[in-house]
Each structure stands twice: as structure tokens, then as C-alpha cells.
């Protein structure tokens, strides 16, 4: 069985939500926005948004960070029925083209994780090198290169191992998110498929990230995360043998 939806993170991103909901609803994909303590005139677009058919919305009053809201989305998603969630931005970074093709390949692949795979040619050079020195990390974590692109928040979650993670697992917070919960679904022994996509770029779409704060938080991750994989040595290596034996 496949019953997806969409989980969307927003914090005073209010400019594209329109025509993202409008689009999803071609779809008929129900949505989850998850309001992460945004002012107006994103809580009155929120508002109005979730009037319409298919749309509900999860409010907190004061910022949480990005992690924890999507880790309330999917639980959320997950008691209401849903199998899989499609995380999506909400600033329209992410090209909505590709939607159906990300849904399409969770059918294919139901227990793995979909994630989009950016181009680098496509990506401002500062981001480019954060993303670099986070896809190293992320290898030497899981002693595999199997995963692409931890960043992107472009993805689709099997929602039952998802929650199981949740239920035993700390997952950070905030913009180390997304890095965080795909290696431990990885370390859980899910597999992870890629999907590449645009990522649409602009100086008009203003970043949350704080450089100082952010950082150091994805610093403490990988830290953590490294530590984390010493544990699973043993079971990472019997992994990459088990996988290498298939692929012959």
C-alpha cells in the first residue's frame, strides 16, 4: 500500500505557498503545513490556505526549528494514515516537476528513502563547499557513499521506519535535520534512492541559515554522528560486503 501526502515546513516563507498548494492540489495530494512560529503576513496566507480541501495546519507560536516540526508533520502524517510524506520547502526552491517522479519512485522503492540529488553546477559557491565537506562526513558516517545529497530537504520518508527512528532516537532540531535523520534511517538499514532535480536559486528567496549558529550545530552532528558510527562498525562492514555481493 501507498497512501503518500506532503509535509511543508514554513517559517515566514509565504511568497510561493500559493501556487505550491495549488499545484499539490492538482495532484490530489493531501498537505500538511507546518507553521514553525511565523508572523504575519505568512500566518494570514497559512490561514486562508488551510480552508481548502486537503490542506491542514499544524501551528506552534513560538520557532522550534525545522527538525522539530517536520518530526511532528511525520508523526502526525503517519496516525492519520498516510505511508509515505513528501517533504517540501516552502520558499519553491524545489521544482515541483518532479513531484510526481518522486512519488512514482516510493512506489517502485516503498522502503527506501527518495531523496533529490542537486547539481553542483547549479549551486552558489558557498553552498556548493558546505555541501562537500558535509557529503565527506556523511560517507565516512555510514562507510558508504550511498548517500548523495544529505542536505536537500527534497524527500520522501517511509513514514512506518521514520517513526520507529523517532520513537528511539534524539534527531536535531534544526538545520542539521536533514543530514541527521537520513544517516540514522541509513544506520536503521534503510537504502536511499536519488532522484536528480533543479533546485531553483534566488537572491529574492531569503535563507534562514544561521552561518555562525547553523554551523556550529552541523559541526556538533558530525561529531556526534561519528561517534555514532564507531558503534556500527561491525554492521556497516557486513552491510557494504552483503551489497557488494549483490551488485555481482
Given at each position: 500500500m501507498h497512501n503518500p501526502c506532503v509535509i511543508i515546513p514554513v517559517y515566514n516563507h509565504f511568497l510561493k505557498l500559493p501556487n505550491i498548494a495549488a499545484r499539490l492540489a492538482d495532484l490530489d495530494l493531501a498537505v500538511f503545513l507546518l507553521d514553525d512560529g511565523s508572523s504575519e503576513p505568512c500566518r494570514q496566507v497559512l490561514d486562508d490556505l488551510s480552508?481548502?480541501?486537503g490542506v491542514t495546519l499544524l501551528r506552534w507560536q513560538k520557532n522550534r526549528g525545522k527538525g522539530a516540526v517536520v518530526c511532528d508533520g511525520l508523526t502526525k502524517a503517519f496516525?492519520?494514515?498516510?505511508?509515505?510524506?513528501?517533504?517540501?520547502?516552502?520558499?519553491?526552491?524545489?521544482?515541483?516537476?518532479?513531484?510526481?517522479?518522486?512519488?512514482?519512485?516510493?512506489?517502485?522503492?516503498?522502503?527506501?528513502?527518495?531523496?533529490?540529488?542537486?547539481?553542483?553546477?547549479?549551486?552558489?559557491?558557498?553552498?556548493?563547499?558546505?555541501?562537500?565537506?558535509t557529503d565527506v562526513w556523511v560517507w565516512i558516517n555510514t562507510l558508504s557513499f550511498t548517500i548523495k545529497d544529505s542536505m536537500c530537504g527534497f524527500?520522501?520518508?517511509?513514514?512506518?521506519?521514520?517513526?520507529?527512528?523517532?520513537?528511539?532516537?534524539?534527531?536535531?532540531?534544526?538545520?542539521?535535520?536533514?543530514t541527521d535523520i537520513i544517516v540514522k534511517l541509513y544506520w536503521q538499514?534503510?537504502?536511499?534512492?536519488?532522484?536528480?532535480?533543479?533546485?531553483?536559486?534566488?537572491?529574492?528567496?531569503?535563507?534562514?541559515?544561521?552561518?555562525?549558529?547553523?554551523?556550529?550545530?552541523?559541526?556538533?552532528?558530525?561529531?556526534?554522528?561519528?561517534?555514532?558510527?564507531?558503534f556500527r562498525i561491525p554492521q556497516l562492514i557486513i552491510r557494504k560486503k552483503a551489497r557488494r555481493g549483490n551488485e555481482k
Open positions: 480552508k481548502q480541501p496516525s492519520d494514515g498516510y505511508t509515505h510524506a513528501l517533504q517540501l520547502d516552502a520558499d519553491g526552491q524545489h521544482d515541483l516537476d518532479d513531484v510526481e517522479n518522486m512519488l512514482e519512485k516510493s512506489r517502485n522503492y516503498p522502503l527506501s528513502v527518495i531523496s533529490a540529488c542537486r547539481d553542483y553546477d547549479e549551486m552558489p559557491k558557498s553552498r556548493c563547499r558546505g555541501r562537500k565537506l524527500r520522501v520518508y517511509p513514514l512506518a521506519a521514520s517513526i520507529a527512528l523517532l520513537a528511539k532516537s534524539n534527531i536535531c532540531q534544526r538545520m542539521d535535520f536533514d538499514g534503510l537504502e536511499v534512492e536519488h532522484l536528480s532535480s533543479r533546485i531553483i536559486y534566488s537572491d529574492e528567496i531569503p535563507s534562514h541559515f544561521d552561518v555562525l549558529h547553523d554551523n556550529i550545530r552541523i559541526s556538533l552532528m558530525h561529531t556526534k554522528l561519528f561517534f555514532g558510527m564507531i
